[in-house]
């Protein structure tokens, strides 16, 4: 059943204490009768119905409204009442309690310094001596409660209220006084939290409530804490880290000191956890970034650094320690590779060090490894390399353990003397080879050529910065893998086309160079039914048309990946030199001639149509049988190859008049697809 003395000093608990108090708000103290209080509520009542002006005396409040209402609550339930007494103004009468005068005026003294603490407190002020006051006064009052609130109970003469009531007031009285402090420590400013958490401890029997009342009052803290939390920790990965940090910085850290003022950390599990939890995200933030290859500029280090100084549990100290070690060591590493890649420019010249970083970049490496390495190509492509690279300033450490000292140099020494053997590697003229069945294999794109006549499995490398034949730029997959062999011709196709792409892709001009493709043949075909590991690709090989050497290395420092239209034939005298069957052509062909190449193109780009096969019509030797003969042949053989397509209509390209004049070559036509009303599409006809 509920006990209307404990649910009124809860209701009043709070920073509105006395605020709320129905004696403070009327003016009355607290011994008020109930004529006088009938009183003050009809002179009330009367001006409010002539709209007069009224002296409202020692009331705090001017609202006449909120005076009738307190006075209705003094005229109401007396065990209501009597807890609004006890914050209220006794005045000096003892005449009729037998108080000593001296308790009445400390009483007085406790709930003013008390109500100006508060108020001070959130008028956003310091007031420490007035909590000190307040809770001095307090506990010099408590003692001599009982015996005022007895006389209090007789006199109020109303059989709800009785010793018991006295009891309750006693019980409850210390978490009221303390709940006030409690509540501003919570919501006031963070800097105030815990010394309003050791003034409420040092109101009169606080240690009874005092930890449960702040435990209570921070259980929203934090659970919106672990809440944000896990939605950061979520998104980590996933989101750029700096706005992720900001967050955490400006939102989250603070709650945690608010949380460490009210139940440090030493003290609560709960605030212990969210320590090592929040360090954890800044950890992983900091990873993030290293993973990323951008912890170059000190953020990462100042993350893992704020990590350190939160962190709590000895694992998770441990794993932090081990990031901030592997950050610094990666950066001596490259600060080291660094120096040894000028070394190259200085003594070889700006593309040996480019060929080298190339190189070294298409090994398996860390992100943060690529990153530098990108860094380094756009400096020396800017003219603006040097190996000096000051890093941020670094906070001195703690040692670490000779044990893991050598075996992360020994890592950070692997890694640079790999990446400077591939440079010693590419400077000599040596065998390698570009057909092997993993890609990873071969020798990497960058690699330059000095002679073409020999097998795929025994070429020899050269100096690109000295006269060379031709240059690796990369290696394209044909068809998947396992996939059927798709025949000589569309395989040399399928190479000529991604190969040429690439070549455009890198910017080579079609004018000066030409690609050459190699691939294996189909007994090497990976198809899923035989033994080969063979991964099904092409090598292209770029070199100049007119057959001179190459005088330096050709390829970009950053190769571009976006699909690019190559410039094919569709009537080449073999139909192997042809774009292949599947891919599409760019724009709109006119009439039944075709002059030159075409722009061919990918089929998940905009295209016009797209061509579905290269049917032969006559054998070598065949002489002219006339244009109606031919036309027909053709759209008949077009008409066998391609399915009813609604929507759709039928390109036929008949053999060209000068391909019968090579009674060695065979005669075939060109089918192609595009929408029967000309328009452009992506993706294939279907």
């Not at 509920?2 to 607290?30: K, T």
């Not at 109101?203 to 409530?209: I, N």
Request: one cysteine or more; glycine letters at 6%.
């Amino acid at each position: 059943m509920a006990d209307p003395i404990v649910d009124e000093l809860r209701r009043l608990a709070g920073p509105d204490l006395y605020r709320r108090n129905a004696f403070r708000i009327s003016g009355l103290l607290a011994d008020a009768n109930a004529r006088t209080t009938r009183q003050v509520a009809q002179r009330l009542r009367a001006a409010l119905e002539v709209g007069a002006d009224i002296d409202l005396g020692a009331a705090t409040s001017r609202d006449p409204h909120e005076i009738q209402a307190a006075c209705d609550l003094i005229l109401g339930d007396p065990r209501r009442r009597l807890v609004h007494e006890v914050f209220a103004p006794w005045g000096d009468d003892v005449s009729g309690c037998g108080c000593h005068p001296k308790v009445h005026e400390d009483h007085d003294a406790a709930v003013a310094a008390h109500n100006d603490s508060i108020d001070r407190e959130q008028s956003r002020g310091t007031p420490d001596a007035e909590w000190s006051r307040a809770s001095q006064s307090w506990s010099r009052v408590v003692g001599a409660l009982t015996n005022h609130l007895e006389y209090r109970v007789r006199e109020l003469d109303d059989r709800q209220l009785d010793d018991s009531a006295v009891a309750g007031i006693e019980r409850e009285l210390p978490r009221t006084l303390v709940q006030p402090a409690v509540d501003l420590a919570v919501a006031g400013p963070l800097g105030r939290a815990g010394m309003l958490v050791k003034t409420a401890r040092r109101f009169p029997k606080a240690e009874t409530v005092h930890r449960s009342l702040i435990e209570a009052a921070a259980a929203p803290l934090y659970e919106d804490l672990e809440e944000r939390r896990t939605q950061v920790a979520r998104r980590i990965g996933e989101e750029p880290v700096d706005p992720i940090v900001a967050e955490i910085e400006r939102d989250l850290l603070p709650h945690l000191q608010r949380l460490d003022a009210l139940l440090p950390p030493e003290q609560n599990h709960r605030t212990s956890a969210l320590h090592d939890q929040l360090a954890i995200l800044l950890n992983n933030c900091a990873v993030d970034l290293m993973n990323r290859g951008t912890a170059a500029d000190g953020r990462a280090e100042r993350w893992l650094d704020r990590a350190t100084k939160l962190v709590i549990d000895q694992r998770d100290r441990d794993l932090i320690d081990e990031n901030r070690e592997a950050l610094l060591e990666n950066q001596r590493a490259m600060r080291e590779f660094r120096e040894q890649v000028d070394y190259l420019f200085r003594m070889r010249g700006k593309y040996a060090a480019q060929r080298l970083l190339r190189q070294a970049r298409a090994q398996p490496s860390s992100p943060s490894v690529r990153a530098e390495i990108d860094q380094m190509l756009a400096e020396l492509a800017a003219g603006t390399f040097n190996s000096v690279h000051s890093p941020p300033p670094q906070v001195k450490r703690p040692p670490v353990s000779p044990k893991r000292r050598r075996r992360r140099r020994l890592v950070a020494w692997l890694l640079v003397l790999a990446l400077i053997g591939l440079g010693v590697w590419h400077w000599w003229p040596r065998k390698l080879n570009i057909s092997s069945d993993k890609i990873s294999d071969n020798a990497p794109a960058g690699t330059c050529l000095d002679q073409t006549d020999s097998s795929p499995t025994d070429l020899r490398g050269a100096d690109c910065d000295s006269p060379h034949w031709g240059e690796i730029i990369g290696y394209v997959a044909i068809t998947k893998v396992p996939a059927t062999y798709p025949g000589d011709d569309q395989a040399n196709a399928l190479g000529q086309f991604l190969c040429g792409e690439k070549m455009v892709q890198q910017r080579l001009n079609a004018d000066v160079y030409d690609v050459t493709t190699l691939h294996a043949p189909a007994q090497r075909w990976n198809n899923g039914k035989n033994s080969s590991k063979y991964e099904n690709y092409a090598a292209c090989v770029v070199h100049r048309h007119d057959g001179l050497d190459l005088e330096s290395g050709v390829t970009p420092i950053a190769e571009l990946k976006d699909p690019k239209p190559v410039a094919m034939d569709l009537q080449a005298t073999k139909v192997a030199d042809n774009a292949p069957v599947g891919s599409c052509v760019q724009g709109r062909v006119d009439g039944e001639a075709l002059a030159g190449k075409v722009k061919i193109v990918r089929c998940s780009e905009w295209h016009w149509g797209q061509i579905f096969g290269y049917p032969t019509l006559y054998e070598a030797g065949q002489s002219f049988p006339g244009d109606s003969e031919v036309n027909a042949v053709s759209r008949n053989a077009c008409a066998a190859r391609i399915p009813s397509l609604p929507g759709f209509a039928t390109w036929v390209g008949p053999p060209s008049y000068p391909s019968w004049e090579d009674p060695n070559q065979v005669k075939y036509a060109v089918c192609l697809v595009h929408r029967a009303d000309n328009k452009p599409f992506k993706g294939a006809a279907e």
